[in-house]
């Protein structure tokens, strides 16, 4: 339904930044429904791009989808810089903690999602952030992002 395919590139604009919807929602966007008839799913194919989460109608990424994005943004947007030696845990799915995060999009806020990329810009995961953006940098403890999907975990 072109309703529908409207409804969810608006919910990632407001949500990522203009011309998000486009990048992630091409044409041939399958819907799948809740038992409410609310949009559950956006699919491209057999491959989840997002999920609409019921109880506040954001998006959460699947990995396909935050490639999307990563690919339509220009770094830092929505992006979570950890250092070297942490990326063979974010590739098994594990969280990304504070303490190897070395840089981060300051308009993150806790709870947006995130990519979280390695030092050279190259995708490993995407998750929630716990943190706002500005704390990743000046926290040395805790998580920073709750990983969902990694590369290697999809």
């Not at 999602?113 to 943190?131: F, K, Q, S, W, Y």
Request: aromatic fraction near 6%.
């Amino acid at each position: 339904m072109p309703g529908n395919l409207q409804r969810v590139r608006r919910i990632a604009d407001f949500q990522f930044g203009r011309g998000a919807g486009e990048a992630l929602f091409p044409d041939e966007t399958v819907f799948s429904y809740s038992n409410t008839k609310r949009i559950r799913y956006a699919n491209l194919g057999k491959t989840r791009l997002v999920t609409i989460r019921a109880g506040d109608g954001r998006l959460t990424l699947g990995y396909s989808a935050a490639e999307r994005l990563h690919a339509h943004f220009a770094a830092p947007k929505n992006r979570v810089v950890i250092i070297e030696d942490a990326v063979p845990f974010i590739l098994n799915g594990k969280n990304a903690m504070a303490k190897h995060v070395i840089a981060s999009d300051l308009m993150i806020m806790a709870e947006d999602e995130v990519l979280v990329v390695d030092e050279n810009d190259e995708l490993l995961a995407t998750g929630m952030a716990i943190l706002a953006g500005i704390e990743m940098i000046g926290i040395s403890y805790g998580t920073a992002v709750k990983v969902r999907q990694s590369k290697n975990r999809q």
